[in-house]
């Protein structure tokens, strides 16, 4: 028990105190101060506030972001970190190109033309900086999963030339049955059930855009895709990217599973039989027997929008230089599509705790008697929702080179509904850090545990992606809560599940009356902890051997490891 909780206060108190259960014990050593001035209170200020209706959803380039990064700056310098910017500011000017469509589609097949209707058929976009982007009567290719993957013996594109043409994919990863169990996927072979970044519709986008296509259209499957179609209505909205990023394709977007099946069954092809064979290294494009045509008319506008950077100098001389990140982001989707009355995104889950987390953070290690040896640096990212734009750009752009940054610890969404036993990490086993990490919440008498659902590639959809792909050993967190104490066995997954369905991406993403804030306070200073045990230690974070990050840290690294 943690000797600033007393027995005799309400338990509501001491949970919101963060108290710990039986058999938990205080962490690293030095960290007790820390962990202190962690509180419930703070975390919920901060979450509250961000997520009010006065910050309209903090969506990138609009007054949302003015007042969120005048908040954030203030916040910083409240807490005590120096700003973090060569220049004495706060904040890390991100130029961003945005673009608006209003976009028209048809499909014509075997003589029958179909109109594509936005939101209720196809969900799509263009994000050229151009007023008007024109596809006429593309020829329509079913190219499978649209993997590449040199290393597993697997081309969904077998040389066909996609130039100028509409490419029809299917998210996730192909399913690899297990050829020794076929009730199992095959774990050597995109890993099994966990998603990877093939699967990602990032990923896919790049793939085509790479090979000339004329535009893309995601199959949505709820499953693979990990959320439902309502979600994917909500990018019918302004998209960023980074100023000199590469090319588009024309026309990106996705496709409702039931439009989809009609235009391949008008093409006299049944959609269940080629997702099949899409499953298989044998499986070949296929012509679907007709043309897509879009119109996009766009609005265009280049901004700066805004990454805020706070940092704590290392107190020992001769590792200063080197650095520990800890990031989450700040933007959500501002004004968007009314549901039940209500058109402000507040994201409060996602990721006003995660920012509400970095503050916390950053006043932990501010409390203490002598900062930690090395650097800590707190970036809360813009532009996450347009697809990790605020970290791509600081990967590209560090204040601490990425060679000297040890690791990344990111916050995407916290647990508002109570204490658990059990602590999920992203991509379990990627890196030495998930030891660290292990080894603190044995402390607490917990445990880390792989995500429940790998399929839904959480690993490669939160900003620390950018820093792994530039090397840095990363650990990511998003609803971190599974096993909760008092609680039925169904109950993490009855809360993530409602969480997804009813306010992810939604309005309805609001500070709610029940939440429990002893499970983030829990969570907050175990990652303080390990935060500290890093910046603090001998040995470098290094990714597990088979990461496809390592090659990358040991090429930045001169070849070897710290």
């Known amino acids: 028990m943690r000797k600033s909780v007393r027995w005799g206060a309400p338990l509501a108190l001491a949970l919101a105190a963060g108290c710990a259960p039986a058999g938990m014990q205080a962490g690293a050593a030095g960290a007790g101060t820390g962990e202190a001035a962690i509180s419930g209170d703070m975390l919920l200020r901060d979450i509250r506030e961000l997520s009010s209706d006065r910050f309209q959803g903090r969506a990138v380039g609009t007054a949302g972001e003015d007042s969120t990064i005048a908040y954030l700056s203030r916040r910083f310098r409240e807490i005590g970190l120096a700003p973090g910017m060569p220049d004495g500011s706060y904040v890390q000017q991100v130029p961003l190109i945005g673009t608006t469509s209003r976009l028209e589609a048809r499909a014509a097949v075997n003589g029958t033309t179909m109109e594509l209707r936005q939101l209720e058929d196809i969900v799509a976009w263009s994000q050229r900086p151009d007023s008007l982007v024109s596809v006429n009567a593309a020829e329509m290719v079913f190219v499978g999963y649209g993997v590449v993957a040199p290393e597993l013996g697997w081309d969904d594109f077998k040389g066909v030339d996609v ?42 986008y790049e793939t085509a855009a790479e090979r000339g296509a004329a535009a893309v259209l995601l199959v949505h499957q709820t499953g693979p895709a990990g959320y439902p179609w ?19 394709v024309p026309v990106e977007g996705w496709i409702q599973l039931e439009t989809a099946r009609r235009i391949f069954a008008a093409g006299g092809h049944d959609f269940a039989a080629l997702e099949r064979t899409a499953r298989t290294r044998g499986f070949r494009p296929v012509p679907l027997g007709g043309t897509a045509t879009f119109r996009a008319r766009n609005a265009v506008r280049r901004i700066n929008s805004r990454n805020v950077v706070g940092r704590l100098p290392g107190s020992d001389p001769s590792v ?54 090395r650097t800590l640096v707190f970036v809360a990212f813009t532009a996450e929702e347009q697809g990790l734009l605020g970290a791509r750009y600081y990967a590209q752009h560090p204040v601490v080179p990425l060679a000297k940054t040890l690791a990344d610890i990111n916050m995407d969404a916290m647990n ?35 995500d429940p659902e790998p399929e839904k590639g959480y690993f490669y959809r939160a900003d620390h992606l950018e820093l792994a792909r530039g090397g840095v050993p990363s650990l990511s967190f998003l609803f971190p809560g599974t096993d909760y104490l008092n609680q039925p066995a169904d109950y993490a997954e009855r809360v993530r599940g409602a969480y997804i369905r009813d306010d992810y991406h939604k309005p309805t993403d609001e500070v709610k009356a029940d939440w429990d804030m002893a499970g983030i306070v829990d969570d907050t200073r175990l990652t303080y902890r390990v935060g500290l045990a890093v910046a603090n230690g001998a040995e470098w974070p290094t990714w597990s051997t088979g990461s496809e990050f390592r090659a990358k840290r040991e090429q930045s690294l001169g070849g070897g490891s710290r």
């Not at 009355?341 to 970095?358: F, M």
């Not at 990490?425 to 607490?444: F, K, N, P």
């Open 163 to 204: 130039r100028g043409k509409t490419v029809v994919m299917l998210i996730g990863d192909p399913p690899v049955p297990d050829p020794a169990d076929t009730t199992r996927l095959d774990p050597s072979v995109f890993r099994g059930p966990a998603m990877t970044y093939y699967g990602r519709w990032t990923y896919k």
């Open 230 to 248: 309502s979600t994917i209505q909500s990018n019918v909205r302004e998209r960023f990217d980074v100023a000199g990023a590469p090319a588009h």
């Open 320 to 373: 200063a230089d080197e650095a520990v990140l800890f990031s989450a982001h700040w933007d959500s989707f501002g004004l968007g599509r009314v549901i039940n009355g209500d058109s402000i995104y507040n994201g409060a889950l996602d990721d006003a705790s995660g920012v509400a987390w970095l503050i916390s953070t950053g006043q932990a290690y501010r409390s203490l008697p002598t900062a930690p040896r």
């Open 416 to 450: 508002p509904w109570g204490r658990t036993r059990s602590l999920v990490s992203l991509g379990y086993g990627q890196s030495s850090l998930e030891t660290l990490l292990a080894t603190e919440a044995a402390r607490d008498s917990r445990r880390v545990v792989p």
